[in-house]
C-alpha cells in the first residue's frame, strides 16, 4: 500500500489517503497480510479497529468478506445492514451487502439492493457492478431467463477490463454460440427511439441511463409512467417489454411486446416486437415436452453386448473406448433403438428413425455405480424403450425400485415436436442421401406446420390466420419463430416459400452505412 498522504486512499473512496483512512493505514496493512494466511487474526484486528472507527467504510466491508467466506452470511449482512443505516450511500458498503443478498436471497429478493448498488457504485466500483452482473446472469440461467442471461453478461463486459474482462467476453460469445438459445436472444437489442414532449424526454432519458447501468426494473418503472400518459405509444411498450425481459420477468415482458406489436407502424419492427412475445412465451408455456434418461444397472457386459448385437431392433454406432464419465466409468459401446428392425439392404426408402439412444458403461475406478445402460428418449417413448431394452437383455437388465424415475435432460416447447426426428446413419448410404432424407423430411414438417393450430394466433393454424389481414403481422411472426424452432432443431429452412403461401413480406434487408 502507497503511504505518500497526496496518493489516492488504499479503500478506493477517491479522497486522498490523508483526509481518509491514513490514520487506520498501518492497522491495514496487518489485515491484508493476515487476510489469506491467518484469517482469524485479520477478523480480530478488524472488530477492534471498527470500535474506535466505526465509520469506516473499509473496515466493514473488509469484515463483511471474511465473514462471507467462512460462510456467516447472516453476520455479515448484519454489519453491513447496521453500517448503511448510518451512511446509507456508501457505495461499497452497498455493493457488498447486493453480494451478501444474491447469495443467500437470490436476485428477484436482491433486486433492490443490487440496482442502488449498481446507480451509486457504477462510477467507483465498476469492476465490483462487474462481478455482481455475471452473478446475477449465472442465477438468470437457471431460471432459463436468456435475454437477462445476455444482457447481464455483456453488462459485466462493459464494466470491466484486463483480464477479467477478457474471460467475461468468452463466457458471452459461448452464451452467443449455443443453438439452443433463440438466435434474437442472443444479439444486442436497443430500446427504440421515442416520440415525446420535452418533459416526458427528460423521464425517457432517464429511463435509458439506468437502463445503461443493469437498472431495468427502475427504467421499466419510468417506462410505465410515461405508458400512462401516452398508452398508444408502441416504442415505449417495445422499450418496457425489453427492459422487464433483461430483468428477466417473462410474463410481462411478452404482453408489453405484444402490446407494442399491435401499436407499431412499421411492418418489420412490429414483427420483431412479436416474434420477441412468441419466444418468450414458448419460454413460460406449460405444453412442452422432455428428453429424459433412464440409468437401468446391468450385468455380465460382454453377454449384454452379444444380445444387443443379435437383435436387428438396435444399431451398433461407433464409440470411442476412450470416452470416461464424471465417477471414472468407461463407455463401452453406444446403440440406438430403432423404430423397426434394419434391414439387410438398406437404401432411402427403408432407413428408421431413432426411439433412443443407449450407452453402455463399465464401472472403473473408484465409483460407486457398477456396469449400467443409460437410456435417452422422449419423456414419450422412454417407457417402450426400456421395455425393448430388457425384452432383449432379459435377466442382465436388472429391476429398479418402483420410486425410480428417469431424471429430466432438458424439455422443448411442444412446437418443436414436428420437427424433432433423428434418421438412423447407416454406412451403407452416404451424406448426400441423408441430406436428402432431411430436407425431405423438413419440407413435410413445414406442410405439417402451416396446418397446425398455434397458440400464438389463438388456436388458428398459420393458413387459416393469415386469410385475415389484420393477423399480417402475428402471422410474420409466427414465420420468424418458425425458422428459430428450426435452427434450434439444426436444420436451416428456406421460408420463402412459406412466406411465399401464406402472403407475408420477407425481412428488408439492414440498411448499413460505411461506417458500419
Known amino acids: 500500500m502507497s503511504q505518500d498522504p497526496y496518493s489516492p486512499c488504499v479503500c478506493g473512496s477517491g479522497k486522498k489517503l490523508k483526509f481518509c483512512c491514513q490514520d487506520i493505514l498501518s492497522d491495514m496493512i496487518r489485515v491484508e497480510k493476515l487476510v489469506e494466511t491467518q484469517p482469524d487474526a485479520a477478523e480480530k484486528l478488524l472488530r477492534s479497529l471498527m470500535t474506535k472507527h466505526q465509520d469506516k467504510e473499509i473496515l466493514v466491508t473488509q469484515l463483511s468478506a471474511i465473514l462471507m467466506r467462512k460462510g456467516d452470511y447472516g453476520e ?124 416526458q424526454q427528460k423521464e425517457e432519458l432517464r429511463a435509458r441511463k439506468v437502463s445503461q447501468i443493469g437498472c431495468w426494473e427502475p427504467a421499466a418503472i419510468l417506462y410505465t409512467r410515461l405508458i400512462e400518459q401516452q398508452p398508444n405509444n408502441g416504442a415505449l411498450w417495445h422499450n418496457l417489454g425489453l427492459c422487464k425481459a433483461w430483468d428477466g420477468q417473462i410474463d410481462e415482458a411478452a404482453k408489453a411486446l405484444h402490446k407494442a406489436a399491435d401499436l407499431i407502424d412499421d411492418y418489420d419492427t412490429a414483427v420483431e416486437a412479436e416474434a420477441l412475445a412468441q419466444l418468450l412465451d414458448l419460454d413460460v408455456a406449460d405444453n412442452s415436452y422432455g428428453i429424459v434418461q433412464q440409468t437401468i444397472p446391468v450385468e455380465s457386459l460382454s453377454e449384454l453386448l452379444t444380445a444387443l448385437e443379435g437383435d436387428s431392433r438396435f444399431a451398433r454406432v461407433q464409440s470411442s473406448d476412450e470416452d470416461e464419465t464424471e465417477d471414472g466409468g468407461r463407455v463401452v459401446a453406444e446403440f440406438e433403438l430403432l423404430t423397426e428392425p434394419l434391414p439387410e439392404n438398406v437404401d432411402p426408402e427403408s432407413i428408421p428413425d431413432v426411439i433412443a439412444d443407449i450407452t453402455i458403461i463399465e464401472a472403473e475406478g473408484t465409483g460407486e455405480e457398477g456396469p449400467r445402460a443409460l437410456l435417452v428418449a422422449l419423456d414419450s417413448d422412454i417407457e417402450g424403450a426400456e421395455d425393448a431394452f430388457r425384452d432383449v437383455c432379459g435377466e442382465l437388465a436388472m429391476a429398479l425400485d418402483d420410486d425410480v424415475k428417469p431424471a429430466q435432460l432438458s424439455r422443448m416447447p411442444a412446437i418443436c415436436r414436428t420437427f424433432d426426428w433423428k434418421i438412423h446413419h447407416a454406412d451403407q448410404l452416404g451424406a448426400s442421401q441423408y441430406r436428402t432424407l432431411n430436407r425431405n423430411r423438413l419440407t413435410s414438417a413445414l406442410t405439417t406446420w402451416l396446418d397446425e393450430p398455434l397458440k400464438s394466433l389463438d388456436d388458428e393454424s398459420p393458413t387459416e390466420a393469415a386469410k385475415d389481414a389484420n393477423n399480417l403481422v402475428k402471422v410474420g411472426a409466427s414465420v420468424l419463430t418458425l425458422d428459430v424452432i428450426c435452427n434450434r432443431m439444426g436444420y436451416d429452412p428456406d421460408l420463402s416459400e412459406v412466406r411465399n403461401r401464406l402472403g407475408v413480406p420477407t425481412p428488408k434487408p439492414l440498411d448499413n452505412d460505411d461506417s458500419q
Do not use: W
Open 76 to 199: 455479515a449482512r448484519e454489519q453491513l445492514v447496521e453500517f448503511l443505516r448510518r451512511h446509507p450511500d456508501e457505495p461499497r458498503a452497498l455493493l457488498a451487502l447486493a453480494d451478501v443478498c444474491l447469495s443467500t436471497e437470490g436476485f428477484h429478493a436482491s433486486k433492490r439492493i443490487v440496482h442502488r448498488a449498481f446507480q451509486l457504485g457504477v462510477r467507483q466500483y465498476p469492476n465490483s457492478v462487474a462481478m455482481l452482473a455475471s452473478r446475477i446472469a449465472g442465477q438468470m440461467a437457471q431460471r432459463g431467463c436468456a435475454m437477462a442471461v445476455r444482457e447481464h453478461l455483456a453488462l459485466a463486459v462493459r464494466m470491466t477490463e484486463g483480464e477479467r474482462r477478457n474471460s467475461l467476453l468468452m463466457q458471452l460469445a459461448n452464451f452467443e454460440s449455443q443453438r439452443t438459445i433463440p438466435f434474437p436472444f442472443r444479439g444486442r437489442l436497443a430500446l427504440l427511439p421515442t416520440e415525446l414532449n420535452e418533459a
